[in-house]
């Protein structure tokens, strides 16, 4: 397939879906639903509920383009030892990390609530990162798996915007990774920060990397497949 042109903002992003991977950051029951790690720190959770189907549509689209897709949890080892003290000890909520929910063991990596969302569920053979911490890329395998393949793009989507999307994006735009953060694809426990989350990503000529969305995403990569 020929290199794309994804419409987004600032400008028009190319793509070349050999080196593009789509990034799901976090789409686990343990922040999309009630009595998850999301809920006990007092977010309403079905905020995040918006991102799921427009996810579904760009999931889909990369599949049948062969873009190599990448789903990516946050969460613990039962024993806790890769938490961090001060990660366990931050804030006061319901109940803390590690600690038994409706959902299994709260962000603890095994339990139900850890896993993702059926609507995205991996496929067999798309890399499934467990991260101990925001970004994908700190203390995981994700760069040395991106670079294997000859990944430079990174399409991103997933929860919360300014969290774990943020982190990771800043963290691949460091690394040397061009990338796009799909929009409606993303969502926050607090809408003013995913918006603005976005707007960061894009401002100064894209600092960040480009924001566009699940329409646009899915509409490029059909074109293609026309055309090819
Ligand atoms: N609390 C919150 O907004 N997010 C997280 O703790 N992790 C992710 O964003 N995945």
Partial sequence: ???LSLPAEPGPIALDPARTALVIIDMQRDFLEPGGFGETLGNDVALLQRA?????TALGSARAAGLLVVHTREGHRPDLADAPPAKLARGAPSRRI???GPMGRILVRGEPGHEIVAELAPAPGEPVIDKPGKGAFYETDLDLILRNR?????????????VCVHTTIREANDRGYRCV????CCASYFPD?????LEMI????GIFGWV???AAFAATLAAARRAA
């Fill in 1 to 3: 397939m020929a290199e």
């Fill in 212 to 214: 566009s969305g699940s």
């Fill in 202 to 205: 894009k401002a100064q000529g």
């Fill in 181 to 184: 953060a799909l929009g409606d």
């Fill in 98 to 100: 590690g600690d038994a």
């Fill in 193 to 197: 920060f995913h918006r603005v989350g």
């Fill in 52 to 56: 799921v189907d427009p996810t579904k």
């Fill in 150 to 162: 000859g990944v430079d793009t990174l399409a991103v989507c997933g929860v919360t915007t300014e």
